[in-house]
């Protein structure tokens, strides 16, 4: 017939205005013995939307000029250990995708979408270490991992915890700590320390006990050697004018503040002695 009613949609036809006669449905066949006079019945277009698993009752609002699609917030949906994605025209998520904010033309009808949930996903970042990027699914109880459960490793250094950021700003987790829901997917980064060594240094036929301190390492992982001012070693008649790794001489050579980079062990420089006056 071509005749429609904005913001709601066609149901019937029935022989009273109010719809207390008799009805006629749209596309069947009726014997019809004397002029009959068939008024449309109509319906208030309807959201209806439908939790799909989560908590919350299915909810109706009546669809008005400039409708957008509502959150789950609006209506207070949550589900365990899952988080909202959207809403979808199948309960499955094979229909069309809707999100919040959405415009929906007058559907004519009752249409209705359904909450799509995705589980709640803890992430595990190498940060640098070797290994690849490790997933699993959250779970009631939820223990955070060890470093050495997804067998990350980093050269030169140790793993100390993890963090909610790359770069440690955030809030640090520990193993076996229990997690609660991050209700989506929650990464945790890999946080690791240069393994220090230590550095001891010998007085090598000089007064004084030998000094050992762990190697601090600046931004380039350099430790910068000291100089006698902090051994303060004395040999009589000599003054100390560096320092060799072994004690013959027959080493490596390093002056006071000569970098030693990234060192992969413990370092043991032994005094230069120079005779005062001498060549």
């Known amino acids: 017939t071509g005749i429609a009613h904005p913001q709601y949609h066609f149901v019937n036809w029935n022989t009273q205005p109010d719809g207390s006669g008799s009805t006629y449905s749209a596309g069947r066949e009726y014997v019809v013995t004397s002029d009959l006079v068939l008024y449309a019945q109509w319906r208030r277009s309807v959201f209806v939307y439908e939790p799909n698993g989560g ?3 299915t909810e109706r609002e009546p669809w008005v000029d400039g409708y957008i699609v509502k959150s789950d917030t609006d209506w207070g949906y949550a589900r365990f250990g899952h988080v909202f994605t959207g ?5 499955n998520g094979t229909g069309t995708d809707y999100t919040e904010g959405d415009p929906v033309s007058d559907p004519h009808g009752v249409f209705i979408l359904y909450a799509q ?3 709640s996903m803890i992430i595990y970042d190498p940060n640098g270490g070797t290994g690849s990027i490790e997933s699993e699914r959250w779970g009631n109880g939820y223990v955070v991992r060890l470093d050495d ?3 990350f490793t980093r050269d030169r250094f140790t793993f100390t915890s993890w963090n909610a950021e790359p770069d440690g700003s955030g809030t640090y987790y520990y193993g076996y700590e229990v997690l609660p829901d991050p209700h989506g997917t929650f990464t945790l980064y890999a946080q690791w320390r240069p393994i220090l060594y230590y550095i001891t240094y010998y007085a090598n036929g000089g007064f004084g006990s030998p000094k050992n301190e762990r190697m601090t390492l600046d931004a380039s992982y350099n430790y910068y050697v000291r100089g006698n001012d902090y051994t303060n070693f004395t040999r009589a008649n000599y003054k100390l004018v560096g320092w060799n ?3 013959d001489g027959n080493g490596t050579d390093y002056d006071a503040t000569d970098p030693i980079h990234w060192p992969t062990g413990d370092v043991e420089p032994y005094a ?4 005062v006056g001498g060549s």
């Open 149 to 151: 459960y997804w067998g």
């Open 117 to 119: 949930w995705q589980p």
């Open 245 to 247: 790794t072994q004690a």
């Open 55 to 57: 908590v919350g009752p």
């Open 272 to 275: 230069k002695w120079k005779p």
């Open 87 to 91: 809403w979808n025209t199948r309960a």
